[in-house]
């Protein structure tokens, strides 16, 4: 009799839960804050307590002589190398300080009580520098310099030109100037820093780190070693999350290297929460000043932008934001004219690294509430408005992003229609006008971001290599970190799905530099569509190799079999060949024939890198979001409630359900903590507020009902037609608060988060001021 | 150094006898002295609940008590809810609800799901929201742990 082996559903599109979920619901899991490894040493860093200052001497034989110190790293006696995006960065500061993070020594001990008790006695002298704290300033001639080599404190400018504004100016009836000021906001991841380093005897360094982007890790730290990146290998434990946080390497990192080669034991380093709130990067703060005009009838003419970024002290990813923030204010609404200007400066506050949604999250802050001023000002709706200027599929933006697919006027459509836009705006309006403590408001925000990598390095690759065993599992070796965001189940659904095997037979190894093969990182958007592609591609190969061997076998041709439920089976009527196990076997153990199923795939999307204008198609696909916010305001407190945000989201494809509606939720969470709640405050350098009850992310009453539609236009390009997903519900969300929020009371915040203080002021400013 | 306490508690079912520092919380102490890992330490200051285990029939941040003032009470984590059977019903509602991505909260909300539901077996979905107020977690935006737990509850 013969097997039938019925075709199953596809996975795609399916939940698929987390590989790594039941382990870590028990408990279980190791995370790098929990490793401990024999003989390891306990490390933390002093750290200094000025914000710009000259270090006359720093002091450690008191130090040194604590009971259980074991080694003390200086700037005196560590290699020299330098981190950053600039290189500007020394670990460990040997003549001066330039932001209050900045680190002076790294102490290891054996326990955590004797390292505590040395890092009180090391003694650091300073003279005071002056400080200046605003980026404006600190171009100008008379500002104090930070360093030496960097004339103007200047770190990273980007200018780009298309068309001519001033022309278009002049051509438009209407324009409008306005000034954004964007603040400092912080990942908060949940597990804090933290790095084990250890060398081996042959002086190859092992570091254990919470890195997103292993490969590019080792070319960044090797500098700062004196060793080459080659002779590093780079694990990566579960982290409790990155969000863009571990993108750069940064000084805790070789300094636990120095102190492990002074040692000669493994050492690991971690942060207390307030050091994870004081000494991680940040966002990136941009002042944005923006001109936009348009015509009678709603053409928008023309953009003039310029930025300056508070770069802090050093400079890390921050002040590369630019490169993001441009292609959202140069593309997506049909700009024909724009220019954008920005200027990283250096000051003496903290300094910023990348984070989920990169410079977008700012600059569709700022275009998305200006569309809305303009809308207002040309007596349009926000939506009539927004779709008069939305670039259609084909179109290309000044950068020259290749807009395939361009679903934003199907977003904004969409948005609309699901939510009753336009009766609940004007609604809203007329309501302003009539007695009541309570105001509904309702808001649209739209972005665009890069969907299919985006080639800020000469390569945006991922390898992968694909091997089956004797009983038909597959073990997949792919360069993709995983950091929560869940390409494990991704890569797992495209494998199975292709191979015809259980997820559960589909084994995930990425975690070990020296065993995967390259990848850029977790950034961009870019895991889902690169690694994606990379290991459907491998599968693909791997499965030619099994019905190949099934055709030679069976007599019956190749182009006639598939893989399906572990077995191989003719397409047609699903009876089975033979089983996948059994051929693997046969295969392995055929004497001089012997094959065994092993196969790789390097994938490079279709993209390409900027020209020195910054023109070029960074990304093989791009991707638009329309999110609409309802909420309500009380007006006597300030308090903003959120009511419901429906999001609109061109995504190509869902490859797990589970997991895109976990990156939107989950974005979206961080989304609504940079519009409403979240602030990193510093004042002349210091961080003020480094502690979850005065930096307020959001918990779990004050999420709204999300609703999500996915337009799913299948990328050709993609994984199954997936796009890359996670990082405009980061961006969007805020500009749609904000919108709603001026919908309900009629106030613009253009300097979030949009606190209940900063309402009350707005709303009963006189009387407070009276009260004060 | 300071002193050194003597104390006696049940956790997770068995009985411990351990000397702890007077000065020493009960999340370094099940952590680093008797190698219960699953709570963690995500602030230590009480404003996170990733430290959250059950004593008696509280859920307490397990950072900000005493390891001293175990002595003499019933403690259950993390590592003690899986049963031979398999997972909990809350902790198979986690997965399979995709409430759990980094899941360096999960142990915390896991315990404090629990004593919730110990508590008020049939919450609304705004009295779950409320209930893990105190849970800060960074990656899911909360509404699939609040399905998680909703399941559970009608179930
Ligand atoms: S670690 Fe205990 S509440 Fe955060
Ligand atoms: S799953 Fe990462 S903090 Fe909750």
């Known amino acids: ?772 | 150094m300071s002193a050194k306490v003597d104390i006696t508690f049940t956790v997770n079912g068995a009985v411990k006898q351990v000397s702890v520092p007077a000065n020493m919380s009960a999340l370094d102490m099940l952590r680093d002295q008797l190698d219960l890992k699953g709570a963690k330490e995500a602030c230590g200051e009480g404003e996170c609940g990733a430290c959250t285990i059950i004593i008696d029939d509280t859920s307490v941040c397990s950072c900000l008590m005493y390891a001293a003032d175990c002595d003499g009470r019933t403690i259950e984590t993390i590592e003690g809810v899986q049963t031979e059977d398999g997972l909990d019903p809350i902790q198979q509602a986690f997965v399979e609800h995709g409430a759990v991505q980094c899941g360096y909260c999960t142990p915390g909300m896991v315990m404090q799901a629990k004593h919730m539901l110990n508590k008020n077996p049939n919450p609304t979905e705004g009295e779950i929201q409320r209930g893990l107020e105190g849970n800060v977690c960074r990656c899911t935006g909360y509404r699939k742990i609040i399905d998680a737990v909703a399941e559970v509850a009608r179930s």
């Open chain 1, 1 to 772: 009799m013969d097997q039938i082996v019925e075709k199953p559903d596809t996975l795609i599109g399916k939940p698929i839960p987390k590989p790594d979920a039941p382990d870590k619901v028990v408990g279980k899991t190791t995370y790098i804050n929990d490793m401990v490894l024999p003989r390891m040493l306990i490390a933390k860093i002093k750290r200094t307590d000025r914000v710009h200052a000259k270090i006359l001497s720093v002091d450690i034989s008191a130090a040194e002589k604590v009971p259980g110190i074991v080694a003390i790293a200086t700037a005196e006696n560590s290699p020299k190398g330098l981190i950053g995006v600039l290189k500007d960065n020394p670990p460990l500061k040997g003549d001066k300080v330039r932001c209050i993070r900045d680190e002076i020594a790294g102490v290891a001990g054996e326990t955590e009580e004797a390292v505590d008790e040395a890092l009180k006695l090391i003694k650091v002298e300073y003279e005071d520098l002056p400080g200046v704290f605003d980026p404006e300033e600190a171009l100008k001639d008379d500002a104090p310099l930070i360093h030496d080599d960097k004339p103007g404190n200047l770190s990273l400018t980007f200018d780009f030109e298309h068309g001519d504004i001033s022309k278009a100016e002049k051509d438009s009836d209407i324009v409008l100037e306005e000034k954004y000021e964007l603040h400092y906001v912080t990942h908060t991841c949940m597990g804090p820093g933290c790095v084990i380093a250890d060398f081996d005897t042959h002086g190859k360094l092992t570091i254990y780190t919470q890195t997103q982007y292993p490969y590019n890790y080792k070319m960044d730290l090797a500098p700062a070693l004196d060793i080459s990146a080659g002779d590093i290998r780079v694990i990566q434990p579960p982290v409790g999350g990155a969000f863009g946080s571990k993108l750069d390497v940064y000084p805790f990192e070789p300094i636990a290297v120095y102190l492990a080669k002074k040692a000669r034991r493994p050492v690991k380093l971690f942060f207390s929460r307030e050091e994870e709130f004081i000494a991680s990067p940040t966002r990136q703060p941009a002042r944005v000043y923006i001109k936009q005009g348009a015509k009678k009838d709603g053409t928008i003419t023309f953009r003039d932008v310029n930025v300056y970024l508070n770069n802090g002290g050093y400079t890390s990813w921050g002040a590369t934001i630019p490169a993001v923030m441009m292609r959202t204010m140069t593309g997506h609404f049909r700009i024909p004219n724009v220019e954008f200007h920005s200027k990283a400066v250096y000051t003496n506050n903290p300094f910023a690294g990348s984070f989920r949604g990169y410079g977008n999250v700012q600059a569709t802050y700022v275009t998305a509430t200006l569309m809305d001023k303009m809308a207002e000002e040309l007596g349009m709706d926000p939506i009539e408005f927004r779709l008069k200027n939305a670039q259609k599929p084909g179109e290309r933006t000044p950068q020259n992003s290749l807009l395939k697919t361009a679903a934003l006027a199907d977003c904004i459509k969409i948005g609309a229609e699901k939510t009753n836009f336009l009766e609940k705006h004007a609604a809203n309006v007329a309501a302003r006008e009539k007695p009541g403590r309570i105001r509904q408001g309702i808001g649209i925000a739209t972005s665009i971001h890069n969907a299919g990598g985006a080639k800020i390095h000469k390569s945006d690759g991922c390898g992968t290599i694909l091997t089956m065993d004797d009983y038909g599992r597959a073990t997949v070796i792919t360069g993709a970190s995983e950091i929560g965001q869940g390409i494990d189940a991704v890569i797992t659904q495209l494998v199975s799905e292709e191979l015809g095997i259980p997820t559960s037979d589909v084994i995930i190894a990425n975690n070990d530099s020296a065993i995967g093969p390259w990848d850029v990182g977790v950034h961009a958007s870019r895991t889902t569509f690169i690694a994606g592609n990379a290991a459907r591609n491998a599968a693909v190969k791997a499965k030619q190799q099994i019905l190949a061997a099934a055709a030679r076998q069976s007599n019956v041709s190749i182009d006639k079999l598939d893989l399906r439920g572990g077995h191989v089976v003719q397409k047609d009527n699903g009876v089975s060949v033979t089983k996948l196990d059994r051929l693997l076997r046969q295969m392995h153990f055929a004497g001089d024939d012997a094959e065994l199923v092993m196969v790789s795939e390097y994938y490079e999307p279709p993209s390409e890198l900027e020209d020195k204008n910054h023109v070029g198609d960074i990304s093989a696909a791009y991707s638009h979001g329309a999110y609409i916010t309802e909420l309500e305001i009380d007006t006597l407190t300030g308090g903003v409630k959120l009511h419901k945000m429906t999001c609109v989201q061109d995504v190509g494809k869902v490859i797990n359900k589970l997991g895109i509606e976990g990156q939107m939720e989950g974005g979206i969470a961080q989304g609504i903590g940079y519009g409403l709640s979240e602030e990193l405050i510093i004042e002349e350098g210091i961080v003020k507020n480094p502690n979850f009850r005065d930096y307020k992310v959001v918990t779990a009453p004050e999420m709204p009902e999300i609703e999500c539609h996915f337009i799913e236009d299948d990328e050709e390009t993609g994984p199954f037609g997936a796009k890359g997903i996670s990082e405009l519900p980061c961006i969007i969300p805020g500009a749609s608060i904000a919108n709603a929020v001026y919908n309900a009371i009629g106030v613009r915040f253009d300097n979030p988060p949009i606190t209940p203080e900063k309402i009350v002021r707005a709303l009963h400013g006189d009387k407070i001021e009276a009260a004060e």
